[in-house]
């Protein structure tokens, strides 16, 4: 396991360089100037231009690149046109949100949608499957915008018992008692990836519970809590982890939305910031960091695989 | 019972260190921002809510007192010589920069080279500067090639105005924003930090030395109350709203026009109007294109829009617009009508045969907007429409923000753009008086009445010549102005001191919670 993982991670790097080269290829295809976005409306087009050679953003693009790449290689992301300051703290302030909003996310949808799955499928076809089942439907299809909205009218501005928007850093004044800012944020966003847990739960557990093994086992006179538990879960895991693996990676993008909604300073809303503000640097980092993420968290669920099904070789 | 000496002295400390905290209310300002402001540096940012958030830490030589009128502010007095053309400023001698050293004319003559060679709108002036020097440790000397009458307004406007910073700061700034960790000026408040996407804070400067006189507009007295001013971004404009009444803010600006009634009627929210209004302009290309140097087709498409409707659709409550044909608001000393009977026709029939009458012959009149602002995107469609009604082929074209400003740089790529222009208090600052700003409005007529404008120091004659080019922008039409737009904010009821309306830029010296 260890020489695929070294293998794995070795493979890495062309896939870097080609996402790299993408990556400042699309950011640089975009029309727009940071240069005159800084100066704002006011500004000539020659008084633009002047800005722009300042910040060496008239150079030939090729060189920017290599530029930009020979930085990169040496651990440095650049420095942000807009903040003025290195690429990777303006990315660290965004990580930290982003980081505890999955977690917590996650948490969420383990804590709602791994037990509401296993009783709807062992109580397949009941009431209580059906009441499970719609439910998972109706979060799976409310907009995050309108529940994160409601949410706030009903927890902070009714009941004032949550608040409505922002995050302290828990090395701020508050602590970890500053975590109460991303309770309503991680229920917003858990909402729809729960549902979609509840189904896949559901699903991967009836079908392993039409398997031979689960019949040979319920014909030995095991516990059905015994069944359900060590031959129909853990089996039906397999499929579940991989989905797991790939919502925690899509919390960090799909936090855009939940993000500007809750004024979260996660790294969701600074990459459209960034985009809109044309901070090249920023946008560059934010997207290179999350490819890195993508792929280590596709070889972390690989070998999660071979560990829950030793029939899984890893070559 | 008795106190040891030691005992009594650290109490009574104890007791005037409490009551000397009782002459502040304390505390932090929470402002909820539309998002954050690209510098704070005030010489090349022109960026509304740079500026909201930078005065209260930057000061210029003058400002705005209620009636727009300038008054010194790190200025102790000015007079004219030579017939206007030499300018001898006095300093105030008590002013102390955030880094602890007293401001001298060094410092004023750096931050003025900068701003002339470097600024957004220092260029206005600095064309007709010969000189700029210190002749006192506490006096600088602007020499001018002819007169220049907006001198002082120009230096009160510290919006992409000539901020004073010291000399240590400026002496290797460029073009290029200055950086946060320089960011020292003589305001009330300091810079405190700027967390990127969380808060930009500034904290209160006890060492300041307050201008003297009652409070005016931006004149006068200013008392920091607040520990601290903390401008949070909070993009969407339902969790300003929410946070503020959820008491996790305490003023929120920018909210749109369909929530104003009811918020206005909510005991619990106080609702501030701006002053100043903002108005949108489209502008028409006079560089290429079916539109460059034929009047009577502008005149044409001018006469095809009623501005009314696209006020209702995109603004709202009456209350937040007027349909006003004078760039400057009513009661303001440059309100003029000259030329304003032409700001709303609405009539497709009379633009359709000017159109004929101007050689149009349906070619695609390409139209720039953007959906960054709600607002130009609305009256863009409802002008699209009226347009299209008087026979003309509007090609829409639709961009984010950034693309708009680079697009319009390209003369080529464009006929009419959406933009608009904040509240200004001298219409030499309006864009469509630069010559360079994209539209490249330079006909010999503007160049004259332009000449004469700005080299006239007499108020009357140049409120006069004001409403010629007025006149002549109606006739020309490098723009056409869609109407005054009332943006408001809100505020805690817990504040006191707002005042029923901002003038430019809400301010919170003066203000306590």
Do not use: C
Request: aromatic share 10%; charged share 20%.
């Amino acid at each position: 396991m260890l020489g695929y993982a070294t293998r794995r991670l070795l493979a890495l790097i062309p896939t870097l360089l080609a996402a790299s080269l993408l990556v400042f290829l699309f950011v640089h295809l975009i029309p727009g100037d940071p240069a005159a976005v800084l100066l704002g409306d006011t500004a000539t087009p020659e008084e633009v231009e002047a800005l722009t050679r300042e910040m060496g953003l008239n150079a030939p693009l090729y060189l920017q690149y290599l530029y930009w790449l020979g930085n990169v290689l040496q651990g440095d992301l650049g420095t942000s046109i807009f903040f003025g300051a290195p690429v990777l703290s303006v990315i660290a302030d965004g990580a930290e949100t982003s980081i505890l909003l999955a977690v917590m996310t996650m948490v969420w949808i383990v804590i709602l949608g791994v037990p509401i799955g296993v009783v709807s499928a062992t109580r397949h076809g009941t009431w209580v499957d059906q009441v499970a089942s719609g439910g998972a439907m109706l979060f799976a299809s409310v907009p995050t915008f309108w529940l994160g909205l409601y949410l706030i009218l009903i927890f902070s501005v009714s009941l004032g018992w949550l608040p409505s928007s922002g995050y302290p850093s828990i090395s701020d004044d508050g602590g970890l008692a500053n975590l109460r800012y991303l309770l309503l944020p991680s229920f917003t966003l858990a909402a729809p990836n729960a549902a979609l847990i509840i189904r896949l739960v559901r699903a991967s557990m009836l079908d392993v519970q039409r398997e031979d093994h689960v019949r040979t086992a319920r014909a030995k006179g095991l516990a059905p809590w015994k069944v359900a538990t060590k031959h129909v879960f853990r089996n039906a895991l397999i499929a579940v982890a991989a989905a797991f693996g790939f919502t925690f990676a899509a919390l960090v993008s799909e936090a855009v939305v939940t993000e500007t909604v809750f004024s979260l300073p996660g790294i969701g809303r600074l990459v459209v910031q960034s985009i809109l503000r044309r901070d090249y640097p920023v946008i560059q980092g934010v997207i290179l960091i999350i490819v890195v993420l993508y792929m280590v968290i596709n070889l972390l669920v690989d070998l999660a695989y071979a560990w829950l099904d030793p029939r899984v070789s890893l070559k | 019972m008795t106190l040891n000496r030691p005992l009594k002295t650290i109490l009574a400390a104890a007791f005037a260190a409490s009551m000397a905290s009782t002459a502040y209310a304390g505390g932090t300002l929470r402002y909820a921002t539309v998002g954050e402001p690209p510098s704070l540096d005030q010489h090349v940012v022109t960026s509304d809510l740079a500026t909201t958030i930078a005065h209260h830490m930057f000061e210029g030589l003058y400002t705005f007192d209620a009636a727009n009128a300038p008054q010194p502010l790190l200025a102790e007095s000015d007079r004219l010589e030579n017939d206007g053309k030499t300018i001898v400023i006095t300093l105030r001698k008590d002013v102390t920069f955030h880094d602890g050293t007293d401001m001298t004319s060094a410092d004023v003559v750096a931050s003025l080279k900068r701003w002339g060679e470097h600024g957004s709108r220092g260029s206005l002036l600095f064309s007709n500067v010969e000189s700029v020097e210190a002749t006192g440790d506490h006096e600088v000397t602007i020499r001018l090639s002819k007169p220049f009458g907006p001198w002082k307004n120009l230096m009160a406007f510290i919006n992409g105005g000539p901020a004073i910073y010291p000399a240590s700061v400026v002496a290797d700034a460029g073009k290029a924003p200055i950086s946060p960790e320089n960011y020292i000026g003589t305001g009330p408040y300091k810079f405190g930090e700027w967390q990127a996407n969380r808060h930009v804070e500034l904290v209160r400067f006890d060492d300041y030395d307050s201008p003297s006189g009652a409070a005016d507009g931006y004149a006068g007295e200013r008392k920091a109350n607040f520990d601290a001013l903390r401008f949070i971004p909070v993009p969407d404009v339902g969790t300003r709203v929410s946070g503020l009444q959820a008491g996790d803010y305490d003023y929120a600006e920018s909210i749109p026009g369909d929530l104003f009634a009811d918020l206005d009627a909510n005991p619990q929210v106080t609702t501030i109007v701006n002053g100043g209004p903002l108005f949108g302009l489209v502008f028409m290309n006079s560089k290429d294109g079916p539109l460059k140097e034929n009047f009577a087709l502008r005149r044409a498409i001018q006469t095809a829009i009623d501005k009314v409707p696209a006020l209702q659709v995109a603004i709202g409550p009456d209350k937040l617009w007027r349909a006003n044909g004078s760039f400057l608001p009513k009661g303001n000393v440059w309100y003029t009508e000259a030329g304003a009977e032409n700001f709303s026709r609405g009539d497709a029939d009379t633009a359709r045969s000017l159109a004929k009458e101007a050689g149009y012959n349906g070619e695609p009149i390409k139209f720039m907007v953007s959906t960054n602002y709600p607002f130009h995107y609305d009256t863009a469609i409802v002008y699209t429409k009226q347009l299209a009604q008087a026979g003309f082929n509007i090609d829409l074209q639709v961009y984010d923000w950034a693309t708009l400003i680079k697009k319009r740089a390209e003369p080529d790529q464009w006929d009419l753009f959406f933009t608009h222009h904040g509240f200004v208090p001298d219409p030499i600052l309006i864009s469509v008086m630069n010559d360079n700003y994209p539209g490249w409005w330079t006909t010999p007529e503007k160049a004259a009445l332009k000449a004469k404008f700005t080299e006239s120091a007499d108020p009357a004659e140049r409120q006069k010549l004001w409403g010629e080019i007025q006149a002549l922008i109606y006739e020309q039409v490098p723009t056409m102005k869609t109407g005054d737009v009332y943006t408001y904010n809100i505020a805690s009821t817990k504040l006191t001191g707002l005042g029923e309306a901002t003038l430019i830029w809400p301010h919170f010296w003066n203000v306590d919670k």
